[in-house]
Structures are given as structure tokens and as C-alpha cells.
């Protein structure tokens, strides 16, 4: 009788003296199945070391029990964080959680999209880079829901959990001017990702308030290399004309700038401070303490999985919900001029 990855329904059943049916039973629905034939179907899968086909099972169903999840850059902390409390919700219900990335690129988007949809996952966290809306519409027709991370749904069609950028944007922007700012900047990009927009308003708005002008150095993504690089930029400009505060529109971003400032001999925050977004652990952990604007990552992975399920349960009465959280301001030594 074949044993392991060989083993079939038929061989546990000729072993536990059960027919077949009643071992689909103990592998899917085990409450219809008495004790004592439950426990000898046990002991045969056991011994045989019978190993289930989810792939044919899926085939069956028409979906398997998995989620996907597309992030726009798997390398920051920030999203490894949301798709961890994703995963915990998901290992809750018995699901896996695919995570795949985006890269910040629309072909590269739709091509994981198109995965997702061979793969027949139950659902899709997403943070959008490109125009996927009529995408994910579709594939919610076709059985597969949908709900955004890190991006508040501009439509009640969609279930989102985001923080509020504008507000985060704000705090920061108010905090180095409350630290003697006159000159802050901001850096981040591209402004195609409505998180940028966001923060950048918020900053812009906060600065019109205080009577200060906001520099802008805007760049084409959030990657920490593109932050070495606008330091070095800032670092060769004329004292006067160099921004004295920097709010960078991630953590990654700041980092890079915090690194190019020690390099060129700039004192950070006697010569120029730098606030983050996200809060990542190592913005903590950096030769200075990065302050930042907190976001509680896994919180928005753990709420984004559980509204996922609550859409593909669809129970009566079911409504699109946009979850937003309000973001906190941690203030460290990269900011606090003594």
C-alpha cells in the first residue's frame, strides 16, 4: 500500500475500513463523523503519512484558502510590518498569506493581480500603485474582494485602513516649527501616491499657518538611496539657502538623508533636523534616534485581514468600511535641539 506523498483517499479508507466518503468527512466536516471512525481514519492518515491535495481540493472549490497581499516595496520595514499582522489574522482563520511586491511599478501590478487570480486566493490586500480600481471591481464580480492598505478608499465601494496623512503631515510639519524652524523642507515622491499628496499637504498647510515657506525636493520614490542622494544635494547649497529642518515623507527617506548629513560633516538637529513617517525600528535604533510619525503598522495589517474576511463572508447587511487611524507624533533626538 503506497505511504507519504503516494497515499490516497482510497488507501486510508481500505486501511481505516471506512469508506471514502467517510474520510472526506473527517478531513472537512469531522463533526458528522463518530468517534470511533474519526479516530481510526486518524490513525490511518497517520501511519500512512497521507498528505491532503489542496491543489485538486481548490480545483474543486473554485478558490483556495489563501489571501493575497501586494505591497509597493516589500524591502520597507513598513509594510513587512502590516503584512505580519496581516499574516497573524489570516493564521487565525487558517489561511497563508501570499505577499508579493509590486516595486512601485503598474505592469509589474497587474501581472501579480493576474497571479492572484490563477491562484483562485479568496481575497486581495492591496496598496495601489497604478489605476487597478476597474481591476479589482472585475475581480470582485468574479468571487475575489478586495480591500486597500495604507490608502483611504475614495469610494464606499471598498473597504480601506489607512492613517490620516493630512494630520500626520501637520504634526510634523509643526513640530520643527516648534523646534525653530524657519527654512523647513520636505522631501518625498512621487506625488502620484496619494500618501505623498497627503503628507505634503498637511506639511504645506501647517507651514502656510506658521508663516514659514516649505521647500520642496521632490523625488521619484521612497527608496533610502533617494534620501543619500537629496542630502548630498542639500549639503551643497550656501548655509543661507539650505534648508534648517527636513520632514521626509518616509522613514527610508530619512535615514538616507541622516546618513548623507553625518558623511558631509552636518549636525543633525544643530544644523538641520529630520522627521520621518512610519516609524520603523530602526528609526530608533539609528546612530540618532529618528523621530517620526508613528503609524501602528501591524494594527493596520490585523484590521485590513479581518474586513477582508468580513467581505468574503458577505454576511446580509454588509458594508464597506474605511477605517482610518489617527498617527502620532514621537519626538527624538534627530529634532530636539538642546
Known amino acids: 500500500m503506497p505511504s507519504g506523498p503516494g497515499a490516497k483517499l482510497t488507501d486510508v479508507a481500505a486501511l481505516a475500513r471506512v469508506s471514502v466518503g467517510t474520510v472526506s468527512n473527517v478531513l472537512n466536516r469531522p463533526e458528522q463523523v463518530s468517534f ?13 503519512g497521507f498528505v491532503r491535495n489542496e491543489s485538486a481540493r481548490s480545483l474543486r472549490s473554485g478558490s483556495t484558502r489563501s489571501l493575497g497581499m501586494l505591497v509597493l516595496d516589500v ?11 496581516a499574516e497573524n489574522v489570516a493564521e487565525e482563520h487558517k489561511h497563508s498569506l501570499i505577499l508579493a511586491n509590486s516595486a512601485e511599478n503598474a505592469g509589474r501590478e497587474q501581472a501579480y493581480l493576474d497571479l492572484f487570480e490563477q491562484q483562485r486566493v479568496q481575497g486581495v490586500l492591496i ?49 520643527l516649527v516648534s523646534v525653530g524652524s524657519v527654512r523647513p523642507a520636505f522631501v518625498g515622491g512621487p506625488f502620484t501616491l496619494q500618501q505623498v499628496e497627503d503628507r505634503y499637504r498637511g506639511a504645506a498647510d501647517a507651514a502656510a499657518r506658521a508663516g514659514v515657506p516649505l521647500q520642496l525636493f521632490e523625488t521619484p520614490d521612497l527608496k533610502f538611496e533617494r534620501g543619500r542622494r537629496i542630502g548630498d544635494l542639500m549639503w551643497s547649497l550656501q548655509p543661507d539657502k539650505r534648508p534648517d529642518a527636513v520632514f521626509a515623507a518616509n522613514d527610508q ?38 523621530s517620526s510619525i508613528s503609524q501602528p503598522r501591524q494594527l493596520i495589517g490585523e484590521r485590513a485581514a479581518q474586513l477582508l474576511f ?20 514621537v519626538a527624538r533626538q534627530s529634532t530636539l535641539r538642546r
Open 36 to 48: 470511533d471512525k474519526r479516530t481510526r481514519v486518524l490513525a490511518a492518515i497517520e501511519e500512512l
Open 75 to 85: 524591502r520597507n520595514p513598513f509594510f513587512t510590518d502590516v503584512a505580519l499582522g
Open 127 to 175: 496598496t495601489p500603485f497604478g489605476p487597478v480600481f476597474q481591476r479589482l471591481e472585475r475581480m470582485r464580480e468574479r468571487g475575489i474582494p478586495s480591500v486597500l492598505v495604507d490608502r483611504l478608499a475614495s469610494t464606499d465601494q471598498f473597504c480601506s485602513v489607512s492613517v490620516d496623512d493630512v494630520a500626520g503631515g501637520a504634526a510634523a510639519l509643526d513640530h
Open 253 to 290: 527617506l530619512a535615514l538616507g538623508l541622516l546618513q548623507s548629513f553625518a558623511a558631509n560633516g552636518l549636525r543633525v538637529p544643530e544644523d538641520i533636523a529630520i522627521i520621518g513617517f512610519d516609524d520603523i525600528d530602526f528609526a530608533s535604533q539609528s546612530s540618532i534616534p529618528l
Open 310 to 329: 468580513d467581505e468574503i463572508d458577505d454576511e446580509p447587511g454588509h458594508v464597506h468600511s474605511q477605517v482610518v487611524f489617527t498617527p502620532e507624533l
